[in-house]
């Protein structure tokens, strides 16, 4: 089956840039999306097709991707910004959809 | 606004079934796609599969393939999902979660699997 991998963790300092990666076989063919879960909260959409971001989602979140790997970048990242995030898409067919293993983001 | 409002938690046995109910609002329910994604306690994400509201044919995850089955009822905006044979591995929170590229949830229901 398909699947998407995240490093486990990644640990900034505040102010600093997080950058978190997901690797896909079919990432240079389908579009990858970003999720971010606070504790205790479902997950919100920061980033889709990519490199779009979603009305309200502040600037300082952004994606890119390029062959085999999607990254999503948080310039600046602040403590509020501390959550698990999970990488989506599909394989090249268009299913099954699948969540990248995720990622917990430490800002301290 | 869109609303997803899952029903409530429930206990099972191992073996037993659980049907949860996802009921939206806020929008024309048969424009839209349903997905169904869990997550068990302290873990990731989970997709399990997709239903298309408008017509109910559904795509499934490989690995739930033998035990689930997804459904609508357009008269009340409601899909469910149907896990059967329980094993006490799929003691998760169940999301409801609308359109091919999540953009709302449901609130999530809690299904402890347990003897």
Same mark, same amino acid.
């Given at each position: 089956?398909?699947?998407?991998?995240?490093?486990?963790?990644?640990?900034?300092?505040?102010?600093?840039?997080?950058?978190?990666?997901?690797? !896909?076989?079919?990432?240079?063919?389908?579009?990858?999306?970003?999720?971010?879960?606070?504790? @205790?909260?479902?997950?919100?959409?920061?980033?889709?097709?990519?490199?779009?971001?979603?009305?309200?989602?502040?600037?300082?979140?952004? @994606?890119?991707?390029? !062959?085999?790997?999607?990254?999503?970048?948080?310039?600046?990242?602040?403590?509020?910004?501390?959550?698990?995030?999970?990488?989506?898409?599909?394989?090249?067919? @268009?299913?099954?959809?699948?969540? !990248?293993? @995720?990622?917990?983001?430490?800002?301290? | 606004?869109?609303?997803?409002?899952?029903?409530?938690?429930?206990?099972?046995?191992?073996?037993?079934?659980?049907?949860?109910?996802?009921?939206?609002?806020?929008?024309?329910?048969?424009?839209?796609?349903?997905?169904?994604?869990?997550?068990?306690?302290?873990?990731?994400?989970?997709?399990?599969?997709?239903?298309?509201?408008?017509?109910?044919?559904?795509?499934?995850?490989?690995?739930?393939?033998?035990?689930?089955?997804?459904?609508?009822?357009?008269?009340?905006?409601?899909?469910?999902?149907?896990?059967?044979?329980?094993?006490?591995?799929?003691?998760?929170?169940?999301?409801?979660?609308?359109?091919?590229?999540?953009?709302?949830?449901?609130?999530?229901?809690?299904?402890?699997?347990?003897?």
């Amino acid at each position: 089956s398909y699947e998407l991998t995240q490093p486990p963790s990644v640990s900034v300092s505040p102010g600093q840039t997080a950058r978190i990666t997901c690797s !896909g076989d079919a990432l240079p063919k389908t579009y990858a999306y970003w999720y971010q879960q606070k504790s @205790g909260q479902v997950p919100v959409l920061v980033i889709y097709e990519d490199t779009k971001r979603p009305s309200g989602i502040p600037e300082r979140f952004s @994606g890119a991707s390029s !062959g085999t790997v999607a990254t999503l970048s948080i310039s600046g990242a602040q403590v509020e910004d501390e959550a698990d995030f999970y990488c989506f898409s599909t394989d090249s067919s @268009g299913t099954p959809y699948v969540f !990248g293993t @995720g990622t917990k983001l430490t800002v301290l | 606004q869109v609303q997803l409002v899952q029903s409530g938690a429930e206990v099972k046995k191992p073996g037993a079934s659980v049907k949860i109910s996802c009921k939206a609002s806020g929008y024309t329910f048969s424009r839209y796609y349903m997905h169904w994604v869990r997550q068990a306690p302290g873990q990731g994400l989970e997709w399990m599969g997709i239903i298309n509201a408008n017509g109910g044919s559904t795509k499934y995850a490989q690995k739930f393939q033998d035990r689930v089955i997804m459904t609508r009822d357009t008269s009340t905006s409601t899909v469910y999902l149907e896990l059967n044979s329980l094993r006490s591995e799929d003691t998760a929170v169940y999301y409801c979660a609308r359109d091919k590229v999540p953009d709302y949830w449901g609130q999530g229901t809690l299904v402890t699997v347990s003897s």
